[in-house]
């Protein structure tokens, strides 16, 4: 009866969306204030005031309009990977193979680039773009088929296909992709040759003032539509709902009626379709080429910046920012202070912890708080206390 | 190609046979207690850094180093073995304490364990990416007998690592205290039925934190023996996806420390194919790119056709809620 009468008295509760959203924005402070916390120590520990030494970041990384147009363009291909990355875990699946799918994506791009150029102005771009995510695409396929068919898990599988993307990257630049235009009289790297200013994606910073040496392209705004292409495939369309639900639980997913494998498969042609274009950043808006010595290791960051911005993708464009300021801020560590440059991949490291448990942390929470108030709704007070005493043993 | 080829890649595949032995024997200790760990690649590579540094103090020249010999050496692996199970604590706190995914912590391990190794690096030889080359290591044995097997085959049994026989003669003691001891019972049943375990008045949660403490002492202990004993320094990516390679013969082994030895040890050749056996018929007709990916896709093969027929333990990556105080 206790329970009848409260619930009328009381104020109405906030939707659980908004409850989410609270609570997932506190454990998201609490993290970063872990985080600032335990650098702010190891800082210390340099002889050094952490005041200056975050300053000094902060100060650098913003300095003037070109700085932060180079900021954008560190984080354009960190958008696309970690949204690659994050399309999958909404499915409850770990495609660490991002780097792979990446990097073969990066070469399909390439050929596309070299062999396409009778493709008039834009459509060669638009062609080019395509062929990376369809090489991604390729790749992204084989682990979630093995997956599906045989139950081999994907964090093996895509690891070990990373190793064989390697070997794809080098073959490529040494045979079919390899240069054939090399300036006479010349030591060239490997490399393709140059590509056709038609396949190249085109600067965008001098609109606002940016210096061309950010390399701030078109791509970022690609790579905000594909945030936003990917919260409306999650939050308005079957598929996604489909993918949540496998993501939280597969069997009653299964017993809903969902084709898990179909989902599955599509989940991973997805990703690595956004994988493939990671790399257009650094081959078309930078370099206007596939150089030997590209810049690796973008799909792993993905995962990080994936888990940064909570598997959001409006998230993942702040977190990728973010990423992207504190690895700007390295250069000035190097120049200001005493703490070496690779501090700030320490406080990364820390931040992705804090944030990682402080998520679960809280989501838990939230999660028995939920359950408290719904059995109080249903007057079942009485049957959530045993749960809740159980939870003394913790 | 001759058979003094093959006694050469047999050689080799005992030197990673080593490092995949080791560090799947640390994933099985942290499987078989409830905990999966794909973070053991990263606990190896925070080995190969610690265990160079500890090898330079313990066993370095007088000025710097201690000058300890080959007790000095010893000194330096155990001390990589003991920062990999430190290391481990971040993944035993995260899954076992605050019940986070096993595979989002131990995603975030390996992640971190790249940012930590540079760190590391730079406060022990002052560069971020790699230490001096040619560090002291222990002297090599032959194995009696199998060494003067003619025609080149002996070559495989000389010239190897004690760390090597230390991995094969581990099998004895493991598969005891694993399958004879009451700890190992212990352990198990918490990777099988934690809530069974608990009703037992048995704890839950301190034989989950030993099970990953010995995968990073384990994992530790072979990024070490990789850094000191088989390239003579850390470099930064040494550790080349062999903590997942151990991970796939861990799967392959079915969780059986035995049969674990046959996994590592074919994974292990297939890791000398492209090294020493590139010039044997049909690989040799491939291009060197594709011979370089021949491991890659045996683990993938082997993985995909024997995965159906394996069992992982029945509470492998699931969280037990009791687990903070039982």
């Not at chain 2, 003094?4 to 560090?23: H, K, P, Q, S, W």
Request: aromatic share 10%; net charge neutral.
């Amino acid at each position: 009866m206790a329970a009848g009468t409260a619930s009328i008295g009381a104020p109405r509760p906030r939707p659980p969306w908004l409850e989410s959203a609270i609570g997932q924005g506190l454990a998201l402070i609490a993290a970063f204030a872990i985080a600032i916390a335990v650098g702010s120590l190891i800082v210390v520990l340099y002889g050094e005031s952490p005041l200056t030494v975050y300053g000094a970041m902060l100060r650098f990384a913003f300095k003037d309009v070109t700085s932060v147009g180079t900021i954008l363009s560190i984080a354009t291909p960190l958008i696309f990977a970690a949204l690659a990355v994050s399309v999958c875990f909404k499915g409850g699946l770990f495609n660490i193979g991002v780097e792979g799918q990446f990097l073969v994506g990066m070469v399909t791009a390439s050929w596309a680039a070299l062999y396409l150029d009778f493709l008039p102005g834009l459509l060669h771009l638009i062609a080019v773009l395509l062929f990376a995510c369809l090489g991604g695409m390729i790749y992204a396929a084989v682990p979630g088929i093995l997956k599906v068919k045989t139950g081999a898990h994907e964090v093996v599988t895509t690891i070990m296909m990373n190793g064989i993307a390697v070997s794809v990257v080098a073959y490529a630049l040494n045979g079919p992709l390899k240069f054939t235009k090399a300036p006479p009289g010349q030591n060239v790297d490997l490399r393709t040759d140059i590509f056709e200013p038609s396949a190249l994606v085109p600067d965008l910073g001098h609109l606002f003032g940016v210096e061309p040496s950010a390399h701030l392209s078109w791509l970022f705004p690609i790579a905000i539509v594909a945030a936003v292409v990917v919260w409306v495939l999650f939050r308005r369309m079957r598929l996604g709902y489909e993918a949540r639900a496998i993501g939280s639980s597969a069997g009653s997913a299964r017993a809903g009626g969902i084709s898990i494998g179909v989902v599955q498969i599509k989940l991973f042609l997805i990703s690595g379709a956004l994988a493939g274009l990671i790399g257009m950043q650094q081959v078309l808006g930078e370099r206007g080429a596939l150089v030997q010595n590209y810049e690796a290791q973008l799909g792993f960051t993905g995962i990080a910046v994936a888990f940064l911005g909570q598997n959001n993708p409006i998230g993942i464009v702040f977190a990728a920012i973010l990423w992207a300021v504190l690895s700007r801020g390295e250069t000035a560590l190097q120049i200001d202070t005493d703490v070496p440059r690779e501090f700030v991949i320490i406080l990364q490291g820390i931040l992705i912890f804090c944030v990682v448990v402080v998520y679960q942390v809280a989501r838990r929470r939230l999660a028995r708080l939920q359950l408290q108030r719904a059995g109080a709704e249903v007057g079942l007070r009485d049957t959530a206390a045993p749960e809740d005493e159980g939870r003394k043993d913790d | 190609m001759d058979l003094g080829d093959i006694g050469a890649a047999v050689r080799i595949a005992f030197t990673y046979f080593t490092i995949l032995y080791l560090t799947g024997l640390g994933g099985l200790f942290s499987e078989r207690s409830g905990i999966v760990n794909i973070g053991l690649e990263g606990l190896m590579v925070v080995g190969t850094v610690t265990g160079a540094a500890g090898v330079a103090v313990f066993a370095g020249p007088a000025p710097e180093g201690m000058g300890l010999g080959a007790g000095g050496v010893v000194l330096g692996l155990l001390f990589g073995a003991l920062c990999g199970a430190l290391f481990a604590s971040v993944h035993a706190v995260a899954t076992i304490n605050f019940r986070v995914d096993h595979i989002v912590s131990g995603v975030v391990i390996n992640l971190v364990a790249i940012g930590l190794a540079r760190f590391l690096s730079y406060i022990f030889f002052e560069q971020a990416t790699q230490s001096d080359p040619g560090g002291p290591h222990l002297g090599r044995v032959d194995i009696p007998l199998l060494s003067d097997i003619p025609g080149g085959l002996g070559n495989a049994f000389r010239n190897l690592s004690p760390v090597f026989l230390f991995a094969v003669f581990l099998v004895v003691p493991v598969t005891f205290a694993l399958y004879r001891t009451r700890w190992g019972l212990r352990l198990r049943s918490a990777g099988e039925n934690p809530e069974a375990t608990r009703s037992l008045g048995v704890a839950v949660a301190p034989l989950r934190w030993q099970g990953v403490l010995l995968s990073g002492a384990l994992a530790g202990l072979s990024g070490a023996f990789l850094s000191v004993e088989v390239v003579g320094n850390w470099r930064e990516g040494q550790t080349l996806g062999l903590g997942f390679i151990a991970l796939a013969a861990l799967i392959l082994s079915n969780w059986d420390p035995r049969r674990l030895m046959f996994a590592a040890f074919l994974f292990g050749f297939a890791q000398a194919i492209p090294l020493r056996l590139d010039d044997a018929p049909i690989i040799s007709a491939l291009p060197p790119q594709f011979i370089n990916m021949i491991p890659y896709v045996v683990t993938i093969v082997a993985i995909a056709g024997f995965v159906a027929k394996v069992r992982p333990p029945a509470a492998a990556g699931r969280a037990y809620e009791g687990a903070g105080g039982g």
